[in-house]
């Protein structure tokens, strides 16, 4: 079993910045990850893709928050980061934290945490 908590969210002014954390735990160790991301969705909306980091450190991002956003990971502590700058109203939303697992490729999901970027 694999648990996700994601932390970081909050209220912030268009503008600002948050760091958002996702910690996994439970039966899960760094060399049977094969990939972690953050995906958001807003109201109405299909969740999708932020960014996301692969077992060999490569990353991809969103067209939408390239530049802005920064994806990272702690290996030893079973954590993925999410670094977001310039924060703009439509990146309000709750954010999800996903794993995948080696070798079976089994996904995880956290519940999310709120984003909220507002004047």
């Known amino acids: 079993q694999v648990q996700l908590v994601e932390s970081g969210g909050g209220l912030v002014q268009p503008g600002g910045s948050l760091r958002l954390s996702c910690a996994a735990s439970?039966?899960?160790?760094?060399?049977?990850?094969?990939?972690m991301g953050w995906y958001r969705q807003a109201p109405g909306k299909e969740r999708e893709l932020v960014a996301t980091i692969i077992r060999g450190g490569s990353t991809n991002y969103a067209d939408s928050v390239k530049g802005r956003f920064t994806i990272s990971r702690d290996n030893a502590k079973n954590t993925v980061y999410l670094q977001m700058n310039s924060l703009k109203p439509e990146d309000t939303a709750v954010y999800y934290c996903?794993?995948?697992?080696?070798?079976?490729?089994?996904?995880?999901w956290g519940r999310g945490t709120q984003v909220t970027v507002s004047s």
């Open positions: 439970g039966n899960i160790f760094s060399f049977n990850i094969n990939a």
């Open positions: 996903r794993l995948t697992r080696a070798p079976t490729g089994s996904l995880y």
